[in-house]
């Protein structure tokens, strides 16, 4: 099974909302990661979490903030987001975090902010 | 600084017809990972294949094929006899071994559309 899931499928959220994405695996891949993509673009890296301890913040706003509460969940909280942010925001998990090792992402959550 | 290049943006084919997606990339390691994803209208990523920068033998994966030569820095991918269901972005991407972790460097995406 090399599944990632991730809910919700959309959000559409005001600027002062607090909405969280979340992102779970079952592959026993002990790297997660979160990635932003906006229409036309490949993905940009956010956060890796590493053995569940963040590894990599690629300079992130913290209206962004990254929670891996087991080796199987990955969330995203949001708060106070601009338009600007509104894109599709996929999560990732490889075995580990080598460079040999492939990734596997998510459906994505597309997300919009009014 | 590691590169890819995607030059084509779009490519348009009909059904049965072959398809070769081009990839370029820099890198000053002389051990490197290249891999290929597919991106359909859905959203999440695909992945189709990784190399390692050790092992330039051709690929082929039923009408998926990869030619990799170190001597251009290519790692191009050939779809052969086309179908609707290919239609997608493909990025082709390279791991960065400097950051100790996976960081993957992406080309910009070639969007192949394939029409009956």
């Known amino acids: 099974d090399t599944e990632v899931t991730q809910t919700p499928k959309h959000l559409v959220m005001g600027m002062t909302n607090k909405k969280s994405l979340k992102c779970e695996q079952h592959?026993?891949?002990?790297?997660m990661y979160w990635y932003k993509q906006k229409a036309k673009k490949p993905p940009e890296l956010m956060f890796v979490?590493?053995?569940?301890?963040?590894?990599i913040n690629e300079s992130v706003p913290s209206r962004f903030s990254p929670e891996c509460p087991n080796s199987s969940l990955l969330n995203l909280h949001l708060h106070a987001l601009q338009p600007e942010d509104s894109a599709l925001y996929l999560c990732?998990?490889?075995?580990?975090?080598?460079?040999?090792?492939?990734?596997?992402f998510g459906p994505g959550t597309r997300l919009t902010v009014t | 600084a590691q590169k890819v290049t995607q030059a084509q943006t779009e490519i348009s084919v009909v059904e049965k017809e072959d398809v070769t997606l081009d990839c370029v990339y820099e890198?000053?390691?002389?051990?490197?990972?290249l891999f290929w994803y597919k991106q359909p209208p859905s959203g999440e990523l695909v992945f189709l294949i990784r190399r390692n920068s050790f092992d330039e033998q051709n690929e082929i994966s039923g009408r998926y094929s990869w030619n990799f030569q170190k001597s251009t820095s290519s790692f191009n991918f050939t779809i052969t006899a086309s179908q609707v269901v290919d239609s997608a972005v493909y990025f082709c991407?390279?791991?960065?071994?400097?950051?100790?972790?996976?960081?993957?460097?992406f080309g910009t995406g070639t969007r192949l559309l394939v029409s009956p």
């Open positions: 990732a998990s490889s075995l580990g975090t080598e460079s040999s090792y492939e990734q596997y």
């Open positions: 890198t000053r390691d002389t051990t490197y990972y």
């Open positions: 979490y590493s053995y569940e301890k963040l590894s």
């Open positions: 592959m026993g891949h002990r790297a």
């Open positions: 991407a390279l791991s960065d071994p400097n950051t100790g972790f996976q960081k993957l460097v």
